[in-house]
């Protein structure tokens, strides 16, 4: 695990970008203060370009602050780059039979277990 300024220049087979929403990536302060997001943005680019096989990122729809269930929006700088990402939700596995379910469940950890111990 490393922040988006510690890996510039290095790459990775496996990278996962957790919590690419607003006023997180932009964070909430640049974009309350009016300061430049472009530094944001460069840094998510660094993000984005360390993988080597294979890039995860996630965003919560909902998010507990400070006791309140608060609506969250996916980062701004996900627009205009949906084709080049699948958008999958993972709240739920109703569109799945048990079965499938089961499996998915199961070869989600082995493979995220067997990334780290790369």
């Known amino acids: 695990m490393m922040t988006l300024h510690s890996s510039k220049g290095l790459e990775f087979e496996y990278i996962y970008l957790i919590g690419i929403e607003e006023e997180i990536l932009p964070h909430k302060r640049v974009i309350s203060e009016g300061d430049d997001i472009n530094e944001e943005l460069r840094l998510t680019?660094?993000?984005?370009?360390?993988?080597?096989?294979?890039?995860?990122?996630?965003?919560?729809?909902?998010?507990?602050?400070?006791g309140k269930l608060v609506p969250r929006l996916?980062?701004?700088?996900?627009?205009?780059?949906?084709?080049?990402?699948?958008?999958?939700?993972?709240?739920?596995?109703?569109?799945?039979?048990?079965?499938?379910?089961?499996?998915y469940k199961k070869n989600f950890f082995d493979s995220l277990i067997s990334n780290i111990d790369d």
């Not at 680019?45 to 400070?66: D, I, N, P, Q, S």
């Not at 627009?79 to 079965?99: I, N, R």
């Open 74 to 103: 996916k980062s701004r700088f996900l627009l205009g780059l949906e084709d080049y990402y699948k958008e999958v939700d993972k709240t739920g596995f109703a569109h799945m039979s048990k079965t499938e379910e089961k499996t």
């Open 45 to 66: 680019y660094v993000g984005l370009t360390r993988a080597k096989k294979e890039l995860v990122m996630t965003y919560a729809r909902e998010r507990e602050l400070f």
